[in-house]
């Protein structure tokens, strides 16, 4: 066989070994665009049987309303109030906990066995059932610590939920910043404590606010730790607001009120066997999951502008 037989032979059997990975190539991405639609449609299913179910419901009075035992009446006021309060709570408990605990085990916690256990518990602890959490609460915050079934005692339940979730994202934030950042800063004679309040903070704002949000989005939408510590499931006033009221309320009183959330007004109107209270729950259902992608959103569009202004 000449010369040019051979390479012809050789140059034939590339193009099928490239011929048969490309179909392979071709079926890998067919199944994965597969499983993308998969759920893409599952989820505008499920959105759009909630705006169908629930859109004539959909107006300002359910939204002003207090829940009711007539389901044409009743509303999602004290149920979207107490979301927005416990989140507050949440926010304000998880964020400087979360962001503290991951600085330090990323700029300060010495390499030994000890911190290698911390940091694998607490990775595993973004995985433990939210319940573990609602139980936990309700021996220390409910009744040790005395707060009851109050705003308090449900904000750092979900506080705890969502603060492994927080210290991870900081970590994997600022382990992103390159190591010539923290050279180019101690070379000039900065502290640590400088570095990381002018550079390490900064730089990985963005990753850490996307965390947070992300967190946020799944504490919003919990039900069983907060039904474990014992949220009502009908609630028909407000917490006083700060200075208001006969006798006047002080500024944190709303912290120890009874409350109410999304997800448990919806578990309350499903439990029903009226129709109508089915379509109070989807409609519900839709404004908690506008919440939810709102919030999310939020964090594409804040990492989004924060990224843009880090240049390195």
């Not at 694998?120 to 610590?145: D, E, R």
């Not at 404590?193 to 704002?205: A, E, F, G, K, T």
Request: net charge neutral.
């Amino acid at each position: 066989m000449s010369d040019t037989a051979v390479v012809a032979a050789r140059l034939q059997e590339i193009r099928r070994i490239i011929a048969r990975h490309k179909r392979w190539d071709l079926l890998f991405a067919l199944l994965g665009l597969c499983a993308l639609m998969l759920g893409v449609l599952t989820f505008v299913s499920l959105f759009a049987q909630m705006v169908v179910e629930g859109g004539p419901r959909l107006s300002v009075d359910f939204f002003t309303n207090f829940p009711s035992r007539r389901p044409e009446q009743a509303g999602i006021l004290s149920a979207w109030v107490g979301s927005t309060l416990v989140m507050i709570v949440t926010a304000l408990a998880a964020v400087p906990l979360g962001v503290a605990a991951g600085v330090y085990l990323e700029e300060y916690a010495p390499k030994n066995l000890m911190t290698d256990i911390i940091e694998i518990n607490v990775t595993n602890l973004a995985g433990v059932p939210s319940i573990v959490y609602g139980l936990l609460a309700l021996g220390i915050f409910v009744y040790q610590f005395g707060f009851g079934q109050s705003i308090l005692s449900a904000g750092l339940t979900l506080a705890l939920l969502i603060l492994p979730v927080v210290i991870v994202a900081t970590r994997e934030a600022i382990r992103a910043i390159p190591i010539y950042v923290r050279e180019g800063a101690y070379g000039c004679g900065a502290t640590q404590w400088q570095v990381v309040r002018d550079h390490i903070l900064p730089y990985s704002s963005a990753g850490i606010l996307t965390g947070v949000i992300i967190g946020m989005a799944r504490a919003i939408g919990e039900t069983a730790p907060i039904i474990t510590i014992g949220a009502l499931t009908f609630i028909a006033f407000l917490p006083p607001a700060p200075f208001t009221g006969e006798p006047m309320a002080g500024p944190f009183d709303w912290v120890f009120a009874p409350f109410t959330v999304m997800p448990i007004q919806m578990f309350n109107w499903t439990s029903r066997p009226e129709e109508a209270f089915h379509q109070n729950a989807a409609a519900a259902g839709f404004v908690l999951v506008l919440m939810t992608l709102t919030m999310n959103a939020l964090a594409i569009w804040i990492r989004y502008r924060l990224r843009k202004n880090i240049k390195w």
